[in-house]
């Protein structure tokens, strides 16, 4: 410093001690510039050398300049600031370069000061500083911490100067040329553009954002910024530097762009997962969720924009997107709306990938499903442990509610789709509890609250229940109390929900004594309370402890404390056997259960203790004296005043009969006594049993004082005795069946007393079913089988060896034959069970209660264990269904297509029960185990604890294959007979679609083993074909069978390769290859069938009804073989075209998908072509054209069915089946409006001058042809009213209601065809108007305008119809609205998709 320098400073400092500002601003002005940036240097020089911080010069001289323009001396202020500014900001600059700025906090005073005097700088100023910034930024690709405040302000300010002429030196060297006048707003729009295309450091990268974000922009300005600080984060190295990058665009969203700034923070973080999927990124994501949730708090636009995100990404979320979501629904102003989109988008996924894979035709076409519900559901619940805990409740609060809008069916889905969602929510949940314990006890809470509420999904929670007190019972245990206070609500709750819970509960039951104690409490109350119900709801409790406890004995670690509770638990039931009637019956029913289970028959305290309560009760009622007309006293048990009953007997004695059947087995005997004398006891009690059984045998109906030509129903008290007489005396024979078939099963007693009693019974149903009528006369009890009390295990003991597996039998070495002794004694118990078998009626008795009861276990209460199933598909198949099979070398034996009165025949009942079967065990998710257990049969199969393990896929395929084929032929050999089997052929067809059904759902679902699967149904459709193109007897229901079995394995025509065929990867567009062509005859070969089945179905009608003038297109249409009119007649033709519409509608439903399928594989290839490609969007123009070609298939079918050959209501289903195809072509046509880079194709032209003309004229003709008569009568009634006016007051008659309800039901047909073919002819008009494509002459308009209704002539008849009364049949359509209240939108007919169920 020289000494002139050094005595201005000296001047300087003095004037500053005195606060003289103003002269101090006087001795600067008369400096040279040099000389002021020179003094502000060595100051900021001086400073930083002594790391002091306080710039007092530099100070100084900001204040001067600041006097001077206080005191009106503007430009000397001017000249000073201007300086100083300059040289502060390129000191900083020069100082901090880099981004890692150690001493950014001693500018911190100097920053403070740049700000409080850039109001009063000259425009020039500003902008030198500007863009000596800007020159930085470029140079470094840094902006100094100290401009983190400055810079918005200093580009606010720039850009309010006015014009501006401005040179390549005051631009500081960014641009070479002469000098331009530009405004500031133009410079600031040049400087934002020059720092958004400049490459930033990483870790100053947050800053520019910030200084950039918090400067005032325009709405393309923000899309700039928000654009680079996008890109910028692409170019982060350190993954904590992310959630400050994404936290300033979410800032900066709040000025705009928010879809745009969305939509590329879910992009960048989808691609990061895919290169860094690690737990380090999990946590970043959660800050960034945390961010995300902060800023949309703070601006409810930011959430309505994700939310419409979502809508539009629909199943191309990510995990990361999926999870803001979730945190986005936690805000109480979004939750439901976003639960909505995410609830159905878990349900619209497995709906989806359930038609992908059954439409088989536009497999190949259809681009690759990006989403996968069960990873991204599995990958949210593990990442909420590393990062994203916010989620969980949200998640957890997710899985709830859709599995209560999928079990109450609120979503129009599938029941598939439904069901498979429910188990993929209840295994999130599961997750959830085991890995959070902060949401374990909302968990429970929510399950309690469903259980006492009684939602629909109540059943489901407890089953969830059940698998989290398996998982971790430590974990439920605190939350114990909580089941206890809802089980004090079990007078509202149903005693199946009692039960069930009660079950899901037993192991706290056991192994918690406080949680027992306390539910003891409860069920002792309960079963004492004042409501029938109530107690019901308590007996089903005590009978799921007492099972979970017999249990732990049949698992051999039953102790003296699961003992003393057995012994607790008993006490009460003990109690509740002496209450009301209803109530016993309960009890007697639930124990009969219990007594049925292996596990219970191996458990001797079990056994004693039911011993010392049933044997006192059994000496009340029976009759020693055999003297007496019954051994039960059937009059004890009927109060004589109401003659009502007092004791359900039946109940009582089945209970007992299988006790002591249970007692009298050797083995039980040695295990269960301690003495010699409960030896006898046992002995005794089967004593006074087979007594009971001789006496019950000889016993007749007078002796019971019954009339059988008597009164039996509830009108009279005598009909009232003797409906209660007979019902206890059938019952008590019942039980009696029940212990001689068991006991004779074992040689014990004589087979012929089975059959007596079976007689006596037969003999007393009859005459109760006949007799027991209501008041129309009509019979209360439609089958003995309601009556009877057998058993399960009974029925299928005895079925095992009165219809016998002839291999096992024959051969020793079967493998349900596990050694010698066990052939021999199957042998033995066949032998002893001839004369069973000899008894049809009494086999097919056994026959159909087996079934009975596989048809009940729908109900939970009525559950049949899944082996009893299986067993019982394996009678009906190896016992008789095989030997029809089997027929050609061995005749089928009578018994087995014998009939009895009002009943059916051996066979008949087989099929059913197979059919039962498959049906309950679809149900289940189990009926792959089906064909195993009935073909290759093992004792593992029909243990009592199940399956150890499912079979393969591939041998349960080989086995159905095997299966479906021994069934077909059976039904062959039951047609080939003389007479007929027409109603065991069509049973065996119902079967036999039951396992189609599966067949076709594995060769869909499961490329891999399509092969064999294929083969079958391929072969299998072919065949059902050939049989109605054969001659086969003119039966409505096998009809419909062969015809259901048709369209079942229809998609099978296809070629074989077009199951192997996989999706289109759109991601990777140009390494795919052109997918499988698609050949001219495809669709022909896989539609034949059906389309010559319609043809022919129409030429039987023209036949039957005379009709020899049809037009001349029918006449063409027609020009084929004449049917065979004894399989084509007048009750046969109307099942046929109801199947055919019926699979019509089927095939639109898949159009109407794979439509929405194109809509979205155009919006994914415009996504992913570049920008400024004119490409073609080759995928979705060859979806388009296979799509058209199918539903150009489908015209022939639909230009039979608009035949006016049919009568009646068959043209009313050819009406609606044509207006839902024009539904479909509309959908399809607005589609392609929407994606206008979807080219007019010949496949589209096609279809529309099919549908559009030459279905549409043939259309006109049936309407005018077969509705217009109905208005001509219209027209007659209205002429002869006034002469029927004097009749006004009398009723209609019923002629009359009928024709106009005829009329009424017609006219909404007409005009809601009208309209769609009217909307069709819209959107055409509007897609050639787009596409500059002339389409207008495919549009016969004339037809469609010259139909014309009589408004006047159908008022009246409108007026005075009420649509309360009217069948499905006839229940009209609702109006649609008219044209032009839609007119203009693209979107308007979005209700149009809501007329028709989702496929």
């Known amino acids: 410093m020289t000494n002139s320098d050094s005595g201005l400073v000296t001047q300087l400092a003095n004037l500053g001690k005195a606060r003289d500002y ?144 401005i040179t390549a030196e005051d631009l500081g060297g960014l641009e070479h040329g002469g000098s331009v006048t530009r405004t500031g707003a133009e410079l600031k729009a040049y400087w934002i553009d020059s720092a958004c295309s400049y490459k930033w450091h990483g870790q100053a990268a947050a800053r520019i954002s910030a200084g950039l974000r918090e400067t005032a922009l325009s709405i393309s300005q923000i899309e700039i910024v928000g ?77 309505q924009a994700l939310e419409t995100y979502a809508r539009e990404q629909g199943d191309d979320l990510t995990a990361f997107s999926f999870a803001c979501l979730l945190s986005l629904a936690r805000i109480h102003r979004f939750s439901d709306a976003v639960m909505d989109i995410l609830r159905k988008l878990l349900v619209s996924s497995e709906h989806d990938a359930d038609v992908r894979a059954a439409t088989v035709w536009a497999r190949p076409y259809l681009a690759k499903a990006s989403l996968d519900v069960r990873q991204l559901l599995k990958s949210v619940a593990e990442r909420a442990s590393f990062g994203w805990e916010q989620v969980t409740q949200a998640l957890v609060q997710l899985c709830l509610n859709t599995i209560d809008y999928t079990v109450a069916r609120r979503i129009s889905y599938s029941a598939a789709a439904c069901a498979q969602t429910q188990i993929l929510c209840t295994d999130t949940l599961q997750t ?29 929670f407890i089953g969830l229940l059940q698998r989290l007190v398996a998982d971790d019972i430590d974990t439920v245990r605190a939350h114990a109390s909580r089941i206890v206070d809802v089980l004090e609500s079990m007078a509202v709750m149903a005693p199946a929900t009692v039960s069930r819970l009660l079950q899901a509960a037993a192991p706290l039951f056991l192994d918690d004594p406080q949680f027992r104690a306390s539910l003891i409490l409860v069920l002792r109350k309960a079963l004492f309370a004042r409501g029938t119900d109530e107690r019901r709801a308590a007996l089903d409790g005590l009978f799921a402890l007492i099972t979970s406890t017999v249990q732990v004995s049949a698992a051999g670690t039953f102790d003296s404390q699961h003992l003393a509770v057995l012994l607790e638990v008993l ?196 005459i109760l079913c006949a007799r027991f009528v209501d008041d129309k006369r009509r019979r209360v009890i439609g089958s003995v089988c309601e009556l009877s009390q057998i058993s399960m295990r009974t029925a299928l003991r005895v079925l095992a060896v009165v219809l016998p597996d002839r291999q096992r039998l024959n051969s020793p070495g079967h493998p349900l034959n596990c050694n010698t002794d066990s052939h021999n004694t199957f042998v033995a118990q066949t032998g002893r069970a001839e004369l ?51 027929a050609e070398q061995d005749p089928i034996p009578a018994n087995l297509i014998a009939r009895g009165m009002r009943s059916r025949s051996l066979v008949m009942v087989a099929a059913e029960a197979l059919a039962a079967c498959a049906s309950v065990l679809t149900a289940r998710n189990a009926v792959g185990i089906l064909p195993v257990a009935v073909m290759r049969p093992s004792p593992a199969m029909f243990a009592s604890n199940g399956p150890t393990s499912p079979p393969s896929l591939s041998d349960s395929v080989e086995c159905m294959v095997a299966l479906v084929a021994k069934v077909r032929n059976a039904v062959e050999q039951l047609l080939s007979l003389k007479p007929v089997l027409l109603r065991e052929a069509t049973s065996l067809l119902g079967a036999l679609h039951s396992l189609a059904t599966y067949l076709a759902h594995v060769c869909f679902h499961n490329p891999s083993q399509h092969t064999a699967a294929y083969a079958s149904l391929n072969e299998l459709a072919r065949w059902a074909y050939a049989m109605i193109d054969g001659e086969i007897p003119g039966d409505p229901p096998l009809l419909k069978g062969l015809v259901a079995l048709t369209i079942c394995c229809q998609p099978f025509l296809q070629s074989q390769p077009m199951f192997a065929s996989s999706s289109i990867d759109l991601s990777n567009l140009g390494a795919n290859e052109e997918p499988l062509a698609v050949h001219q005859d ?298 032009s209240a839609a007119e203009d939108s693209l979107d308007e007919d979005n209700q149009e998709q809501s007329k028709r169920p989702r496929y």
């Not at 800032?251 to 290169?275: A, D, M, P």
Request: contains cysteine; proline residues 4%.
């Open 227 to 303: 654009r680079r600080i996008l890109r910028q984060l692409n170019a982060v190295s350190e993954l904590n530097e992310l959630p400050a990058m994404v936290y300033q665009l979410l800032l900066l969203s709040r000025h705009g762009s928010k879809q745009e700034i969305v939509s590329g923070i879910f992009s960048f973080f989808e691609n990061l997962e895919q290169t860094n999927g690690t737990q380090a990124l999990w946590d970043i994501e959660g800050t960034v969720m945390l961010h995300i949730g902060y800023s949309i708090k703070q601006d409810f636009e930011l959430g």
């Open 1082 to 1379: 495809m669709d022909e070969h896989e539609l034949g069938p059906m389309n010559r089945l319609v043809a022919t179905t129409c030429i039987a009608s023209r036949l039957l009804t005379n009709d020899a003038a049809g037009s001349d297109d029918e006449d063409n249409m027609n020009d084929e073989d004449e049917p065979n009119l004894n399989l084509y007649t007048l009750r046969t033709i109307p099942a046929l075209v109801t199947l055919a519409v019926t699979w019509l509608k089927g095939e639109l439903q898949q159009m109407d998908w794979v439509i929405g399928q194109l809509r979205k594989c155009a919006s994914a290839e415009l996504r992913l072509r570049p920008d400024h490609d004119d490409e073609d969007l080759h995928v979705s123009i060859r979806l388009e054209r296979r799509l058209c070609m199918r539903l150009y298939a489908l015209t022939p079918i639909l230009m039979h069915m608009l035949s006016t050959q049919f009568a009646g209501t068959l043209s009313d289903q050819s009406i609606r089946i044509f207006t839902d195809l024009h539904r479909t072509f509309a959908l399809l046509t607005r589609t392609k409006l929407q994606a206008s880079e979807l080219p007019i194709t010949e496949s589209y032209i096609e279809c529309l001058s099919q549908i559009c003309t030459t279905l549409n004229q043939r259309a006109f003709s049936l309407v005018t042809e077969k509705y217009g008569r109905f208005m001509a009568d219209a027209n007659e009634s209205k002429s002869e009213k006034p002469a029927k006016k004097k009749q006004s007051q009398l009723p209609r008659s019923s002629g009359g209601v009928a024709k106009t309800k005829m009329l009424s039901r017609n006219s909404v047909l007409v005009s809601s065809l009208i309209y769609q073919m009217e909307l069709s002819e819209k959107y055409v008009a509007k897609l050639a108007a787009k596409t500059k494509t002339p389409l207008a002459h495919y549009l016969k308009r004339s037809s469609m305008h010259d139909f014309r209704i009589n408004v006047a002539d159908l008022a009246e008849p409108l007026a005075t119809t009420s649509h309360d009364g009217y069948s499905y049949d006839e229940q009209p359509e609702e109006i649609p609205v008219p044209e």
């Open 836 to 886: 069973w078998a000899a008894n049809t009626q009494f086999v097919r008795h056994v026959f159909e209660v087996a079934l009975t009861h596989v048809s009940a276990s729908r109900t939970e209460a009525l559950d049949v264990e899944t082996h009893l199933v299986l067993l019982l598909a394996y009678i009906a198949y190896s016992g008789v269904l095989v030997r029809c099979a089997n």
């Open 432 to 460: 959830a509890y085991a890995m959070h314990s902060f949401v374990r006890a909302e968990i429970i809470d929510q399950i309690m609250n469903r259980v006492v509420f009684q939602t629909d999904a109540h059943m489901h």
């Open 22 to 165: 103003y002269n101090a601003g006087k001795l600067l002005a008369t400096q040279t510039d040099e000389a002021i940036c020179k003094l502000v240097e060595d100051d900021l020089s001086a400073t930083a050398a002594a790391n002091t911080g306080s710039n007092t010069l530099t100070m100084l001289i900001f204040k001067s300049g600041s006097t001077l323009f206080e005191r009106g001396n503007g430009a000397l202020g001017d000249r000073i600031l201007g300086i100083a500014c300059g040289t502060c900001v390129c000191q900083i600059c020069e100082e901090s370069g880099s981004a890692d700025e150690p001493e950014g906090q001693r500018w911190a005073g100097i920053s403070d000061k740049l700000l409080e005097v850039l109001p009063l700088l000259q425009p020039r100023s500003v902008i030198d500083i500007a863009f000596r910034i800007l020159a930085e930024l470029k140079t470094s690709g840094s902006l100094p911490s100290a401009f983190g405040n400055y810079l918005p302000m200093l580009l606010d300010t720039l850009g309010v100067i006015g014009n501006v002429e």
């Open 571 to 766: 006490g009460l039931l003990r109690r509740s056997l002496t209450q009301q009637p209803e109530i016993r019956t309960v009890a007697y029913q639930r124990l009969a259960v219990l007594l049925d289970q292996p596990f219970a028959l191996a458990c001797p305290p079990l056994l004693n203790a039911l011993y010392g309560v049933l044997a006192p009760e059994f000496a009340k009622f029976y009759q020693h004296d055999h003297s007496a007309d019954s051994p039960i006293n059937i009059q004890q048990c009927i109060n004589p005043a109401t003659s009502r009953v007092t004791m359900p007997i039946a109940g009582f004695l089945l209970c007992y009969a299988k006790l002591v059947t249970a007692l009298t087995d050797s083995t039980s005997i040695v295990s269960a006594s301690d003495s010699s004398s409960s030896g006898s006891a046992y002995k005794s009690a089967a004593d006074s049993w087979e007594d009971l059984c001789t006496r019950f045998a000889r016993a007749q109906i007078e002796d019971y004082e019954l009339d059988p030509e008597g009164e039996y129903s509830l009108d009279s008290p005598v009909g009232v005795r003797n409906n209660s007489t007979a019902r206890l005396v059938i019952g008590c024979v019942d039980a009696a069946i029940e212990y001689a078939l068991g006991r004779g099963m074992d040689g014990a007693m004589n087979p012929a007393q089975s059959i007596e009693l079976f007689s006596m019974f037969s003999r007393f149903s009859e």
